[in-house]
């Protein structure tokens, strides 16, 4: 049975809302592409799905994207009024996602479209002069913020650091052994997302077993990641593959995240972070790092950064990605002397015994 | 609150469609006058929102907001996952009609017959008082009409839908075409209707922008004799009523013959007659449905409305 | 009736409510509303009495009112507590 029986509601606002899959409605992305662009922003190529507003010629008029949990790319055209058709796309939007299983959502979007979406249900968690990050619970962040409180460990000086840990090499083990010979505990947070090549949960346990072999025992927490700490909802150009100016709005609200809730919830008060010599984004990640964390008025305490210079061996920095390449390569030998035992063992396990060289 | 009228007695003439999942919707159409108002839960709510659309018909049919309105609510078919919860949502609420679509034979009207006593039993209803409307949306629906009208005294009324019986029929439903598409399933529930001495409803119009082809519709049918229409929006309401509503002539005429028969029997004469013509029981039963159709619409005569 | 998993039920369109359900150790409501000085008081209300009703003891609840009428709001707080209790409805408790 269809929904031919002409029951659906009346279309309001004069405005058709409909859906444009990005993987396949190759015409209407570039609809919606057009209509970004006009709003002076790009089309993020996570976004997996756009919910569209069209008035009675078909013409776009406004959209509302969705990537994984994170509202995005929202543009409408200029002679749309009124938050009616806004409540309408977010509905679709909420609808969308709620059928992919994902209730808790975060919204990324310029700081003039904050009042609208708290009209929406959504709560803002950071603000900077290009973006705000809300989600649509009051309760996500103090939640967290919370779980988080509890792990606290007492000392004057608490540190902080954050690693992708693509795998965890013997560089990462380094700067967690220096970040705490200097502090009296250390908070390690390992990022969640699974958008690297090893998948969050391989390198969360790489992440403990090279640290275990540090013997530092209750002196470290290891925390898993979360949405609040280097996620696409916080820091969305670090999984994207844009590199442009725009990378340092998106580092401004997971670093105020993390001055502003998750510092003062564990009491740290140093953040350790490596010399960046190959990414251009985790490079401006660090440099905002210091205005954030150090600098700005922000009505918490500031922390701290450190750069700590990258453990060499052989004459070049130990980075995740010359062990990817090893890998890649098949090459263990050469990687052998870049990673702890435990990522090393994981390593061989992945290369297949007829393969190696 | 005024005591409720049965379904013979009350104005019939307009069941406007209301999405069960439509908060808003629920919330004011009772304003708008239909003589019936239908909760839907099958077809315009998605399979998503079965389950908040029956808590939402549910408590809207307890609240003070649709006291004393006549509802009917429109639950899924019958051999569907969402028929009994539907069936347990709404008797639990006491509901006063059920609708029951895709309709093909009596049996399915036994079947909810038992399902809705053994209900009312559970939730402390009267036993039977809970009516039922069958909608036939199908060739089979259409040529068992007559068995399915009848098929229990719940039967209150009897409706087509022309959406699944044109495809039934293996054809598409256009309203703008002539009405000969429906004529021989539009007759066949209509004669249903008058035998099993239920009302009968048409389809629903569904370009709410078209009224002339709405008018043109509810012309033909109000002149074939059925009793109203389902409605998909409350701007349809007005313009059917008025169509419906007899002519001020109609009207007098009417009184006048309800007046001879009163004063026939008055004089205890066995006969009634009215300008010089002999007037039988079914004249006279017109004539009372035309005064209670002009009361309901308003239309006023010479010398008031009696 | 215990929440066991993030839920919702609702929208936000006018004369809606959107609940939003979540296990938790402690009992929190949060309610916003679009008519909050006329009504604020009263939503809570209905909102804790539906609460109280389905036995809900622990949880985040948070509320977003559109200017819905009481019986929206008692079904849009069943609807997300009986999908985040992943249970079905006593048709006489409710």
Not at chain 1, 106 to 131: C, K, M, Q, S, Y
Not at chain 1, 147 to 154: N, T, V, W
Request: charged letters at 25%.
């Amino acid at each position: 049975m269809s929904g031919a029986d002409g029951l659906e509601t009346a279309v309001e606002d004069g405005c058709a809302i409909g859906l444009v899959d990005a993987a396949r409605d190759a015409r209407g992305l570039e609809q919606v592409r057009g209509l970004l662009k006009a709003s002076g922003l790009g089309l993020d190529a996570d976004v997996e799905l756009f919910a569209t507003a069209r008035d009675a010629s078909g013409r776009l008029l406004a959209c509302l994207g969705l990537a994984g949990d994170v509202v995005k790319c929202a543009a409408s055209a200029p002679e749309v009024r009124g938050e009616g058709v806004t409540a309408r796309l977010m509905q679709r939007i909420l609808d969308e996602a709620s059928d992919r299983g994902r209730t808790h959502l975060f919204a990324f979007t310029r700081p003039g479209n904050r009042a609208i979406l708290e009209g929406l249900g959504f709560h803002a968690l950071a603000v900077t002069d290009d973006a705000v990050l809300l989600e649509n619970t009051p309760f996500g962040l103090s939640s967290y913020v919370a779980g988080l409180a509890r792990l606290r460990r007492p000392g004057r000086r608490i540190g902080g650091v954050v690693l992708n840990a693509n795998p965890f090499t013997l560089g990462h083990r380094y700067l967690v052994e220096r970040a705490a010979s200097e502090c009296d505990a250390l908070h390690v947070f390992v990022v969640g997302e699974d958008a690297s090549a090893f998948d969050a949960a391989t390198r969360l346990r790489l992440v403990r077993e090279g640290i275990a072999g540090l013997d530092l025992g209750e002196q470290v927490v290891v925390h898993p990641g979360s949405r609040y700490i280097v996620s696409r909802a916080t820091f969305p150009n670090y999984f994207l593959a844009r590199e442009d100016a725009r990378a340092s709005a998106a580092a401004g609200l997971d670093l105020q995240l993390f001055r502003t809730a998750i510092a003062p919830a564990l009491g740290i008060t140093d953040r350790f972070v490596g010399t960046e010599p190959l990414s251009p984004v985790t490079a401006a990640y660090n440099a905002e790092m210091r205005w954030w964390l150090a600098e700005a008025p922000l009505d918490a305490p500031p922390i701290a950064v450190h750069e700590v210079a990258r453990l060499e061996v052989d004459g070049e920095a130990v980075s995740a990605s010359r062990v990817r390449q090893g890998l890649a390569s098949g090459d263990l030998d050469a990687v052998a002397r870049l990673v702890p035992g435990p990522t090393l063992a994981h390593l061989r396990s992945l290369v297949s015994p007829g393969h190696r060289r | 609150m005024k005591a409720k009228k049965s379904p013979a007695e009350r104005p019939s003439r307009s069941m406007l469609f209301v999405p069960g999942s439509n908060a808003a919707w629920l919330s004011t159409v009772q304003v708008y006058g239909a003589d019936y108002v239908m909760f839907d839960l099958e077809d315009s709510v998605s399979v998503r929102e079965k389950d908040t659309a029956r808590l939402l018909v549910h408590e809207a049919l307890k609240s003070p907001v649709w006291a004393g309105v006549p509802v009917v609510v429109r639950v899924n078919a019958i051999n569907t996952p969402f028929f009994r919860d539907d069936l347990e949502a709404v008797v639990s609420a006491g509901v006063a009609i059920v609708r029951l679509p895709m309709v093909t034979d009596a049996q399915m009207i036994r079947h909810l017959d038992a399902e809705l006593g053994v209900l009312e039993g559970k939730y402390g209803s009267v036993p039977g008082t809970t009516r039922i409307l069958a909608a036939v949306e199908s060739a089979s629906g259409v040529v068992n009409a007559v068995a399915i009208a009848t098929a229990s005294p719940r039967m209150m009324g009897i409706a087509l839908a022309a959406y699944d019986y044109a495809m039934d029929m293996h054809t598409t439903h256009d309203a703008a075409a002539d009405e000969s598409q429906l004529f021989f399933a539009r007759c066949a529930i209509l004669h249903a209707a008058r035998v099993a001495k239920i009302h009968c409803y048409d389809v629903i119009y569904a370009d709410v922008n078209d009224t002339e082809g709405f008018l043109r519709e509810v012309a033909v049918i109000k002149k074939l004799g059925f009793d109203g229409k389902s409605l998909v929006n409350p701007r349809q309401i007005e313009p059917l009523h008025n169509a419906f509503a007899p002519t001020p002539e109609e009207v007098e005429r009417a009184h006048r013959v309800v007046a001879a028969a009163a004063e026939a029997e008055k004089v205890g004469m066995g006969v009634v007659a009215l300008d010089g013509k002999m007037i039988d029981a079914p004249i006279i039963a017109a004539a009372h449905r035309t005064i209670r159709l002009a009361q309901v619409s308003g239309v006023q005569v010479a010398g008031g409305v009696r | 009736m215990r929440i066991e998993v993030d839920a919702v039920a609702g929208t936000l369109e006018s004369s809606d409510a959107l609940v939003r359900v979540s296990p938790a150790e402690e009992l929190r409501i949060e309610v916003t509303s679009t008519v909050e000085a006329q009504f604020g008081a009263e939503i809570r209300r209905t909102v804790a009495e539906q609460l109280d009703r389905l036995g809900v003891t622990e949880g985040l609840i948070s509320v977003q009112d559109k200017g819905a009428l009481d019986f929206v709001i008692r079904a849009r707080v069943q609807g997300a507590v009986l999908r985040g209790a992943q249970a079905r409805p006593d048709w006489r408790k409710l």
